[in-house]
């Protein structure tokens, strides 16, 4: 499985868009990329996954390097619900979708 | 719908006492998965079930056995338990598992050993 690095943590302010990078530089062709999010005190939560192109749905968008070494989680507005830790993880076809998580990104959203 | 349960929430056992952790879930999902997640970690795979029927060793299974019980149901068994295995749970489904398939957590089982 490729690994990952994230920044230990960020922060953003109240209704500004927040990028979050993650390196996976020895990512397979096959790798999906998936990112999940931890609130705290809670389970993780599913935010987005992507192969090759760029992604959207309702909680964010996923941004795919052409290359696919590196991807970009964007939340476009974010919000003080939005304070959590963000993991990246690349998931190989292989691998039976089990997921393995880092230390991820701690996200802090300042009002 | 419920999503993914898991039974109990908070469980303080002592050195080699045993006990079940129990999950469910009700969206028809074939595949389960049970992780630890220590203090300041992300988490661990201790066992998954693939599908009904099967199951198969994560990264941690040591000191644990699970049992797919149906469709709906993935126990994992502590028979001894230790200090080291003082951890949170969580019990988590996805559709099938594929690479693309998106896991379904529960809210986790917060559990000490003495």
């Known amino acids: 499985d490729a690994k990952t690095t994230q920044p230990n943590s960020m922060e953003s302010n109240e209704e500004e868009p927040v990028h979050l990078p993650c390196n996976h530089s020895?990512?397979?062709?096959?790798?999906?990329i998936h990112w999940y999010r931890q609130l705290p005190s809670q389970g993780p939560e599913y935010v987005i996954h992507?192969?090759?192109s760029n992604v959207n749905n309702r909680m964010a968008s996923l941004a795919i390097a052409e290359d696919r070494k590196s991807s970009t989680l964007i939340l476009h507005r974010a919000t003080l619900r939005d304070a959590a830790v963000y993991y990246c993880i690349p998931i190989s076809s292989s691998n039976t979708g089990k997921l393995i998580f880092g230390q991820g990104t701690t996200l802090q959203v300042k009002p | 719908n419920a999503g993914v349960t898991q039974t109990p929430k908070f469980q303080v056992l002592k050195t080699g006492q045993s006990m079940t952790l129990q999950c469910a879930q009700d969206?028809?999902?074939?595949?389960m998965y049970w992780y630890r997640q220590d203090p300041g970690m992300g988490l661990r795979l201790i066992y998954y079930?693939?599908?009904?029927?099967?199951?198969d060793k994560g990264e941690v299974p040591n000191g644990y056995n699970v049992s797919r019980l149906n469709k709906r149901e993935f126990s994992l068994r502590l028979e001894s338990a230790a200090p080291s295995q003082t951890s949170v749970y969580f019990c988590a489904s996805s559709e099938a598992s594929r690479a693309y398939n998106e896991q379904f957590f529960g809210p986790g089982t917060r559990l000490t050993v003495l």
């Open positions: 079930s693939a599908s009904e029927g099967t199951t």
């Open positions: 992507g192969l090759t």
């Open positions: 020895t990512i397979s062709g096959t790798d999906y």
């Open positions: 969206m028809n999902h074939n595949s």
